[in-house]
């Protein structure tokens, strides 16, 4: 099992920017996808971003495509979430998980395909 823990949200106005960072700890080999998904109170877990073990691909979710960006370190073992112009609809928990089986880069989307998963940082943004 991987441990994960997730820092840099907090309460931001629209339009401004964070950047939250995710760190496994117990599995330093990189060998894994990782995806952010969030959830606001009274709604489902939605798909935010996702990055294949190499970080050649990546996939967001439609409502942060050309805002957010995720990334990976691999030599800190660091996965990160840039988000930029953010808006109230962004408020929520996000959560970062990890898949540490193979599997196609689609399946990324799909919160059932993780296999380990964060806390979860709160994420405000006020209008």
């Known amino acids: 099992q991987v441990q994960l823990v997730e820092s840099g949200g907090g309460l931001v106005q629209a339009g401004g920017s964070l950047r939250l960072s995710c760190a496994p700890s117990?599995?330093?080999?990189?060998?894994?996808?990782m995806g952010w998904f969030r959830q606001a109170p009274g709604k489902e877990r939605e798909f935010v971003a996702a990055i294949s073990i190499s970080g050649k691909d990546t996939l967001y979710g439609d409502s942060v495509k050309g805002r957010f960006t995720i990334s990976r370190d691999n030599a800190k073992n660091t996965v990160y979430l840039q988000m930029n112009s953010l808006k109230p609809e962004d408020t929520g928990v996000y959560y970062c998980?990890?898949?540490?089986?193979?599997?196609?880069?689609?399946?990324?989307?799909?919160?059932?395909?993780?296999?380990?998963w964060g806390q979860g940082t709160q994420v405000t943004v006020s209008s």
């Open positions: 117990g599995r330093p080999d990189n060998n894994y996808a």
């Open positions: 998980a990890v898949r540490r089986g193979p599997g196609g880069v689609q399946s990324l989307r799909i919160s059932a395909t993780y296999d380990d």
